[in-house]
């Protein structure tokens, strides 16, 4: 059910843009600032900003440090601004009756999860003492400090999450989530040996060429062949040109995508309902789990038929109902697409 370490490496740094366009995305994009003709010497101010490489650099350096703020001030203020009017406006099309069972279930997953998951705590001396499926391949504690981070945040709260400020939600909450995130990846609380977010540390940066406004890095994964990346300077912030070129237009289908969304959810929640009481229904079978044996075996299933169900695109046989009773699944929305929108990751 979880996916390689490699992969966690590949795609961990991106997790939070990915999420906050995810979570909800507006005209007034900017464009790449156009090359000066030959002879025009750049200002002062214009010079100012590091490069293309360094810029890499920082955002790699406050990824292995786990500050989540290192990839919201990497973006150009204007999409910034995007994201934030983005997150409130679908904020202020959701209500209560829509959001408040995401809430209930996720506070009853803080009760359930840390009292059934505590009895399959992997060994504090290392994987070789982990019997075959007697463990779970994570920290529990871990799993509990991400539900308790979310549960406190503005997402525990609508009226909260309709006046969001990002930068200090990514203060309060996105570096705790991250760091709770590495933890649940390595597996337990051993420290950076394996943590996903150390292998930041070990990117080489190296900016290959460089123009006014434009630059070619040269980036290399541990383990992996070097790649190449040409950047251009948006508002005096080197991002991808990939990404300067797709965000007018991809991020006005993101908004589109968000924004219907959050309308098809307060008009027509049933299928949003449906998913909650699928959680509901799996954390009730946890609760009445009499031996661990049972709790691994209940906790194992339904992890996969509920990532299948939220993650993955299904047909009708790729899940049975838990019961006879269990109404039939509504067709799923589609849910907004982000990955145009981010550089190229290594690995794929």
């Known amino acids: 059910m979880f996916d390689t370490r490699q992969r966690w490496m590949s795609r961990l740094g991106w997790l939070a843009v990915c999420v906050g366009l995810s979570i909800g995305m507006n005209s007034g994009c900017s464009k790449p600032e156009a090359a000066k003709p030959p002879g025009v010497s750049e200002s002062a101010a214009s010079q100012s900003p590091p490069g293309a490489d360094e810029a ?11 500050q989540s703020r290192a990839l919201w001030e990497f973006l150009p203020p204007s999409y910034r601004r995007d994201v934030q009017r983005l997150v409130r406006d679908v904020a202020e099309r959701l209500d209560e009756k829509s959001w408040g069972p995401f809430v209930a279930t996720w506070q009853k997953a803080r009760q359930v999860l840390p009292q059934k998951l505590s009895s399959l705590t992997p060994p504090k001396s290392g994987d070789n003492e982990r ?9 529990p504690t871990a799993l509990a400090k991400l539900l308790d981070v979310i549960g406190d945040s503005e997402l525990n709260d609508l009226k909260r999450l309709r006046s969001i ?3 200090r939600f990514l203060d309060q909450t996105g570096d705790k989530l991250l760091a709770t995130l590495g933890r649940i990846a390595v597996g337990d609380t051993r420290g950076s040996a394996d ?31 070097p790649t190449t990346q040409e950047f251009v300077r948006v508002e005096d912030h080197w991002i991808p040109q990939s990404l300067a ?8 289908e993101v908004r589109e995508r968000s924004l219907a969304w959050a309308n098809d959810v307060r008009e027509h929640p049933e299928e949003w309902h449906a998913r909650l009481r699928e959680i509901d229904q799996w954390l009730d079978e946890l609760a009445d789990t009499k031996s661990a ?7 194992q299933s339904g992890v996969s038929q509920l990532a299948i169900a939220w ?7 790729d899940t049975t109902p838990r019961n006879e009773a269990a109404p039939p699944k509504p067709a799923r929305a589609k849910r907004p697409e982000t990955e145009v929108l981010l550089p190229d990751e290594p690995g794929k």
């Open 56 to 66: 890499v650099r920082r955002v790699l350096h406050g990824l292995e440090k786990r």
């Open 131 to 139: 019997g075959a499926g007697t463990n779970l391949p994570f920290d």
């Open 165 to 167: 400020e990002l930068d």
């Open 195 to 225: 943590d996903p977010f150390s292998q930041f540390g070990k990117v080489q940066v190296e900016l290959t060429s460089s123009a006014v406004g434009t630059g070619v890095v040269r980036i290399r994964w541990a383990e992996q062949e």
């Open 245 to 252: 070129e797709a965000w007018p237009a991809q991020f006005a």
């Open 293 to 299: 044996a049972d709790t691994r075996q209940v906790w």
């Open 311 to 317: 993650f993955g695109d299904l047909s009708h046989s």
